[in-house]
Structure formats: C-alpha cells, structure tokens
C-alpha cells in the first residue's frame, strides 16, 4: 500500500487512530480510580499514562493481532499493558537520578508534579500491573499459558529494558563506541517494542516462527525508530518534541548522530526499515496496516 | 508444639535452617551470574538478594506447601521469587528519597554501594524477576494458571505493598492516626506475608478455603511481625539490627509504640499472634513448624 496516496493515507489515519482510541479508553477502564486509596499514587499513575502519547507499543500489539487473524481485542489487555510498562520506565528515566528531566510529552515530569517518591512508587505500580495484567490474558494453544509474562519480564528485565537503561547512563560519564550504542538502542528501545509485536502474534495465535518473526520486525523497527529519535533530539524545537531538545548533546550522550552523522543516520534508519518491511512481507498475512506504519514511523517529525 | 522444649526447639531449628539454605541456594542458581551484562545491575541485584535476610516469606511459602502435603521444591520459584520482590522493595526504600537508610543489614545500603540509578534499576530488575519467575511455575488445578503471578502483582501494587509504602512516607509529614498506622502496617508489611503464605498454599494444592486461611494467618503473623519492628526499633542498638536504630523517631513516624506504648504494643503482637495460631488449627494439616515459626517471632530480638 503506498501511504502517499491520499486514500490510503486517509485508511491508515484512520485504522492508527482507532486503534489509538481503543488503547485510551482500556487504560481509561483499567487504570484504578483517581481517588482509589491511596489516591497520590493512582493520580500519578494516571497522570503518566494518560498524556496522549503514540501508543506505538499498543498499536503494535493489536495490529500483530489483527495480522494473523484474530479481533483486535484478543490482545487489548497486553498492548494496554505495554503502555503502561513503557509509562513506568519514562517516569523512572526522568528521575533526578537518572536522566533528570522535567518535562515529558509538554507537561512537568511525573516527579515534578507529585514528588519523586510518589513518581518512584508510581513507576513501580505500573510496572507491576502491567504484569499482572498480562498474566491476566488468556493465550491460546499451543503456548504456555503464562506466556506473555515470561516475554515482558525478560524484554523489561535486567537483561532488556533495564540492561540498555544502565548502559545509557553509563554513555554519560564514559566514552561509548558503535557497539555501546548499538546495544543501548536494541535492549533500551528496540526489545520493548519487539515484545509488544511479538505479544500481539501471541493473541492472535500465531505459530512459534511467526511470532519470531514479529519479534525480527519489532527489533529492525525499534532500531529505526530509536535512530529517529536522536535524528529529531538533534534537528527539532524542544516545543515540537514536547521534550527538551539537544538533552542527548547536554548529557554528553552519544547517539546515532554523533556516531554516523545526521545523513549517515537517516542511512541506517532506511536500512532497518527496510529489513522491517522484509520481515512483514514473510508473515504472510494482511499486513497493509503495519507495512503503512512502518513507513510513516520513518518520515515522523515527533 | 512447645517451642521451648529443648528437643523440639532444635528440630524446629533445623528445619528452619535448612529452608533457609534451600531458598540461599535457589537465589544463588537463579540470579543471573555477576557478570552478566551490565555487570553493574546483575552485581547489585546479587548484592541486595545474596547477604542475608531472615528469609522469612520464603520459609513461610515452603512451610504452607509442605504443610498441605506437597513436597517443599513445589513452592521453591516461588519462595526466591517472595525473597527478590522483597529484596526490591527494600532497595527503593533506602534510597534518598524515599527513607534514605544508608544501612541495610549492617551493610551499606545498595545504593550507598552502587549509585542511586543502578539501585534504583536493580530492584525495577528484581520486582520484574519476581514476577516473571511466578509465571513460570506451575499452578495445580483447579486454580488459573497465571495464579502466583497475579497474587503478586495484587499484593505488591498500588493497592497493596506500594499503597502502604506511599502512607508511611505521608505519615512522616502529617500527623498520623490509629486507622493510618493500621493501614501502613497492612499493606506495607502484612500484605506480603500474607501472600507469602497463599502463594504456599497454592502450590501445596489447597483448595480456595485453605488458600485464604494460609491468607488470614499471613496477615495476623505480618501485624504481629510489624509491631516487634517498631518495638525493636525503640528498644535495640543499631550494631544488633544491622540498620539505624530509633529511625522511625528520628523519621518522626507514628509507628505502634508512638499510639499504644511499648507494653501496649506487646500486648498487639501476642493478640495477632495469638489469632495467626488460631488460623493455622483451622488448616487442620501438620502444622508444628509454622506454629513453632509463629510464637518464635514473636520473641526474636533483630
């Protein structure tokens, strides 16, 4: 499908938007109550997951779903889940003792608005039911049946998530080479959203080689994605991001740009949203949707 | 069983020790290697788990297993994966803005050790852990297979372990009451042990009924446990508890002995006791171990 044709555009727009009101309103439901006891905590929570971010993560999930066959709701609970997993890790990066920034998606941090230890606790909270959230969806034969579980404990654990959140930090203080920023973009960006493909394969009961194969698009996507994202820190207004721009550059971060340059990069990101796209086209499924959001996510201004 | 009988105190003993053991050795096999990468996390995480706790919520999911007739290594997974969660929460306490303990079992607190953000990420690693290591054990019927894992996340979230957390930090700036510290001591403590306690249960093969009397006596047993803390905290030195002495005054926390006076306070403790005895007769198993457990607790002095 080729996403430049207004038709088309206009029937991806749409799908992605959807499927983006969809997540709201699960999370909207799922979420505890604001004056749940005790209510900081909920108000927090709610506070950093329901700021109108992409949803990239969930849509993901539900499109992976929608792929190999099955409604989309099969897998709500898990791309809910992803969303509110992704949350907590935003909340715990903006932490004084992390990366210290106090904005997110243009409004105050979570920690400026409620508190750092509120914003600690939040961040745990969510982590913890987006678990419990996932250990709560059935997941059809023959896969364990506390399968996605095991996949967003592994992708969010020591060894994904949190390894490429501890290298991050590490970049900041000592010098990083390609291979240091290839592993921080792949287990701190790339293995989330990986899970979050490889999730929604689960629900909609694909095989084991089509689930990894969701999982190989997720990798090439989150990679593209993550180069993206330093191409944008570098060239967009801190207004635009809804972030501080240039933080990479104030923190001494080395990034994709200051690896390859600003076209080198743009280079790299095609490439892996090429590799992306080979990977949908072997599933073998409708893939129109993601093939069009693949190729949106490369020419994204935020 | 009495306790003080000198024959039956060292089988008692025994039995405790090599629990303890049993639960020292699964966390040393599963923990992932120090040098794991990043080396940093996994060395914090093994830092936190590996220095010697009571060892209390294993020992008491081990003890429900055994006590409904399954073999102890039945609840082993789970058992580590109560000690980790544990772990993680004490972690995040320590940490400057939540209680900021510099010392933690006698030993520099973790992020005294490693720095806050590697502190802070180790326990996001081990709370993770906790919840991934649930879904892999099996859960016997007729119970849901994701059971353990959404004990956890109930008894560990929002409404749970972290709600008690958010209190007892509330409860150092604003004046506490009788209903607040109850609270506190609920969800901050008992609710983990109690859970410690159904997750045993369940893996022993207890129907439902049992599982909420192992539940009930969990709480009684963790009330009973929190009260000795705030009395410990008044009466013992810092050298005997391996972390500062008095920092509930010095925190100027309500805590048992601030509402009910020291003798007050012991006179609680024996009541809960008392009723988490009660509790373990209505499980009509063999029941001598945890029963021995129950009134040694009460009498512990670190």
Known sequence: MNVNDPQNSSVFQEWMENRKQEIEHTLEQLLPPPDTRPAVVHKAMRYACLNGGKRLRGILTLGFCECLGSPARRAMKPAAALEIFHASTLIHDDLPCMDDDDLRRGQPATHI????????????????????????????LPHP???????????????????????????ETTPADEEKVMYIHTEKTARLIACACRCGAICGGGCASKVERAGSYGMNLGMAFQILDDILDCTQSTEKLGKPAKSDEGHGKMTSVSLWGLEGARAKAADYTQKALEDLESLEGPTDMLEALTRWLLEREM
Do not use: H, K, Y
């Open 145 to 171: 049946p506390c399968m996605l579980v095991s996949e967003l404990a592994r992708a969010g654990g020591s060894e994904g998530v949190i390894g490429g959140q501890i290298e991050d930090l590490e970049a």
């Open 113 to 140: 608005q409620f508190g750092e230890a509120n914003a600690l606790l939040a961040g745990n909270a969510l982590l913890t039911l987006a678990l419990g959230w996932m250990g709560e969806t059935a997941v059809p």
